[in-house]
């Protein structure tokens, strides 16, 4: 470690955590007595994999420093070796002439590490030579098989011809993704324990094909996988919400189902992001050398249309994204452009670097105009007055103000600060788009009521609130009417009656079909009556009541705010229980899911090991009232026995 600049405080610290390290093994149900270990890294420990990787670098070292192994060359770079934990893979021009001084390597590590490569498990795939001198060479290679057309690596099937990749491993993973989504067709999920299902087991697989494989895939392609997961998520029925609100983000109330062309996209776009803000990597240098510099600059790249033709490989994969949402992230010269991206001869750009102006933002004044033309001409030069015209009209022009962020800004910024989440931030950029969903929940409410942006917000703010998953999920569908009514169906389906499935008598709309109808007005007369009885207070049904909960009323306190909201949503579950069956509508029913809201508050109170103790006390506070109304009769005996026995076990607490 030493040898490698670490401080000697640091390998000191490694040295006493190492220093008698003691370990024992689970057999069934018992454990072993301790052993010392004499070598090796602690299972489960952080540090570990950081320390394998010192201990590998040795061998690494050894093998790209050898003149003797020649690894694949790229105009001015060499590709040799790939190490990631303790799988190498070696790319070679002369295996026959290397192999010798690969075995001779390998043996000198395994002397002094005490680390051996299994050469059963190792096997070499050969281009452009004869079998005769395969069969040489593997004379040669002792126990390290030769595969003829396609090797394993970190789950990746490598094949021989570049054609056969996408079948090789796309093609195997959606066929165990079918498997899994026929075994878990019989299991009665509900749509966001679906979804979550997906983002959990199935997804992950595709997204470390779009990670490791730059290849490109055709949208159709992406968009059949699509459809056959959201068949799974919705069955074959007609799609009840448009498919943006689908993707939206939970936290935006949209369903956040995993949008796989968004995705694939943002990792090419990762790739871009890192060639942006870095250009040292060995990878970037590669890449730089076989587009001969061409897209070199990342996200800063303006001349997309110019390049993209000429550019191959990867690269080329990465630019066509990129062309598709550059429109909308930086439809403006960033401030963070380097002046080197804009065009011009080196020699001026070393000039203008060394008198400041290294970025866009650096041509801008900090009152927001741009600079005095003739300055930055005795900057640059009158010798390169062409070239500095046109760049002071383009930033001008299309140059982004300096207290301007662009969303590009926001992902470089963001990136600066952490390697972590980059994909996540990527495709939560691509998916989030509050202004839309603000829009389409007043667009949908509108011939009921005039919703304003600040009353959508709070609507959104209440739905993320709840906790509860089928209560959240409910407050949801209500809010982006998820469900039918007769006036829909009959739209769809020719000949059918649009009167209200209760009444009989009125059109269903979906306002008529929540409140409007005679026959639900019963219920919500009886709900109103339970309602005043348990707040103590006069209320007045109304659409903000009956709707969002929300009550404006002057004597009630705000502790019973969310008691009200708690008793609507029981509401809304009697009255969706009974989309098609009046007969749910009943007061038991909205006295069992009232129950049902409280006790899982006060479950996932009680549970949480972290917030029980503090909070534990606090239940009775925000619950009294329900308490007490239970207690004096308000609610059926079974809910008061219920009642009774939830009161013994939050004692049994204390």
């Known amino acids: 470690m030493g040898n490698y600049g670490f401080d000697i405080s640091f390998i000191k610290i490694v040295k006493e955590l190492y220093s008698n390290s003691r370990a024992r093994i689970r057999v069934n149900e018992g454990l072993t007595k301790y052993f010392k270990t004499e070598r090796g890294v602690k299972q489960g420990c952080p540090l570990s994999p950081l320390l394998f990787a ?40 002369n295996p026959a002439e290397a192999i010798h001084e690969i075995q001779i390597i390998l043996k000198d590590f395994e002397r002094y590490s005490g680390l051996k490569v299994n050469m059963s498990k190792s096997e070499m795939m050969i281009y452009n030579m004869g079998k005769k001198e395969q069969k040489e060479l593997q004379t040669k290679m002792g126990d390290i098989k030769i595969i003829r057309n396609k090797i394993k690596y970190l789950g990746i099937t490598i094949t021989k011809e570049i054609t056969k990749l996408k079948a090789a491993n796309y093609g195997a993973i959606w066929k165990k993704i079918q498997e899994k989504l026929k075994a878990w067709g019989d299991k009665q999920l509900s749509i966001p324990r679906k979804i979550l299902a997906l983002k959990m087991c199935i997804i992950p697989k595709l997204l470390y094909l779009f990670q490791t494989l730059s290849i490109k895939i055709d949208y159709r392609q992406i968009k059949e996988w699509d459809n056959t997961l959201r068949e799974w998520i919705y069955g074959k029925k007609r799609n009840r919400i448009m498919k943006k609100i689908q993707y939206t983000p939970r936290r935006l109330l949209g369903w956040g189902f995993p949008n796989l062309q968004n995705y694939y996209e943002a990792f090419q776009l990762r790739s871009l992001l890192e060639i942006s803000l870095k250009g040292e990597d060995k990878w970037i240098k590669v890449e730089n050398e076989i587009n001969e510099g061409r897209g070199k600059y990342g996200l800063y790249t303006r001349d997309i249309k110019e390049i993209k033709e000429k550019l191959t490989g990867p690269r080329k994969i990465e630019f066509e994204c990129w062309q598709k949402w550059q429109k ?95 994909v996540a931030k990527i495709y939560n950029l691509m998916v989030e788009d509050k202004e839309f969903m603000i829009r389409a929940i007043r667009n949908k409410w509108n011939g009921v009521k005039i919703l304003s942006t600040q009353e959508v917000d709070e609507i959104i703010r209440n739905i993320n609130k709840i906790k509860t998953e089928k209560y959240n999920e409910l407050e949801k569908k209500m809010v982006l009417r998820w469900y039918r009514t007769p006036e829909q169906l009959s739209y769809m389906i020719k000949g059918k009656n649009s009167k209200c499935w209760h009444c009989n008598k009125e059109k269903g709309t979906y306002s008529h079909m929540w409140w409007e109808c005679a026959e639900l007005k019963k219920i919500w007369l009886m709900i109103q009556g339970k309602i005043q009885d348990l707040l103590q207070i006069t209320i007045q049904i109304n659409n903000d009541l009956l709707l969002w909960g929300v009550l404006d009323h002057p004597s009630i306190k705000t502790e019973c705010q969310e008691l009200l909201k708690v008793t609507i949503r029981a509401a809304h579950a009697v009255i969706a229980r009974g989309w098609r069956d009046k007969s749910k509508w009943t007061l038991n029913n909205w006295n069992d899911y009232l129950y049902d809201q409280v006790l899982l508050d006060i479950t996932g109170i009680m549970t949480n090991q972290v917030t029980r103790m503090n909070k534990q006390k606090d239940i009775t506070n925000r619950w009294k009232d329900y308490f007490n109304w239970v207690k004096n009769g308000g609610a059926n005996d079974y809910i008061k026995e219920k009642i009774q026995r939830l009161y013994l076990w939050l004692d049994l607490q204390d």
Not at 338 to 365: A, C, F, H, Q, Y
């Open 54 to 93: 010192l201990a590998m670098e040795p061998l690494a070292d050894r093998i790209r420093n050898n003149g003797r192994i020649k690894g694949y060359q790229i105009r001015n770079e060499e590709v040799k070796i790939n190490l990631y934990a303790d799988d190498i893979l070696l790319i070679m021009e």
């Open 328 to 422: 909308l992230w930086a439809n403006k010269i960033s401030g963070k452009t380097p002046i080197k991206s804009m065009g011009l001869p080196e020699r001026l750009v070393n000039t203008l670097e060394e008198k400041g102006l290294r970025r866009v933002k650096d041509m801008w004044k900090q009152d927001g105009g741009i600079i005095n033309w003739l300055d930055l001409l005795e900057k640059g030069g009158k010798e390169y007055w062409l070239k500095l015209r046109g760049i002071w009209e383009k930033v001008k022009k299309e140059g982004a103000q300096p207290t301007e962020e662009l969303k590009v800004d926001k992902l470089l910024n963001a990136r600066e600060k952490t390697s972590k989440g980059t």
